[in-house]
């Protein structure tokens, strides 16, 4: 027991390093301007949430994403303090009725359903963040949910290798 003791707090140690890590190289990662004033940076820490989630248990990842989502705000999004606090979890909730059904949906269905979460996730970010129209928020949210989902599918198959 005291073995698996000493594992379960490694593995939350790793999983901790990691994602701070990750905010870190996301704040600092450079970002593909579109216009003067929209910028797209890839959310690092969202694709981890995601492939946390495949192996642990929701409940757990969600009380991690609310707290590194917060220090994700003070060292990334330092204009609106609590932004990803909010949606980071809720995101993640989402997220788990993908691994809920995973056995049921097919693989398009899987991606499909995963983009639009990311999307949802993106809309409501950008929506809070910019004063813009919607048709931009919506046109910068797609760009940014299809370029996660792509480094989702790559980070999952060269990692997991799972049927996602």
Known sequence: MFSLYNNKIYSFFQCFLISIILIFIQAYMPKIWLFTEFDISVDLFLIFLTLLLLNNQIHL???????LGLFQDFVVQVDMIGS?????????????????FSHQWSNLNKM???????????LIYYYIMVNSSLFV???LSIIQ?????????IFEKL??????
């Open 61 to 67: 990842v969600i009380l991690y994403a609310f707290f």
């Open 84 to 100: 990803y606090a909010l949606i980071k979890p809720f995101t993640v909730y989402f997220l788990g009725i993908l691994k809920s």
């Open 112 to 122: 499909f359903y995963l983009l639009v979460i990311y999307l949802l996730h993106f």
């Open 137 to 139: 928020i919506f046109i």
């Open 145 to 153: 949910s299809l370029v996660c989902l792509f480094l989702f599918y």
């Open 159 to 164: 990692i997991y290798n799972s049927n996602i």
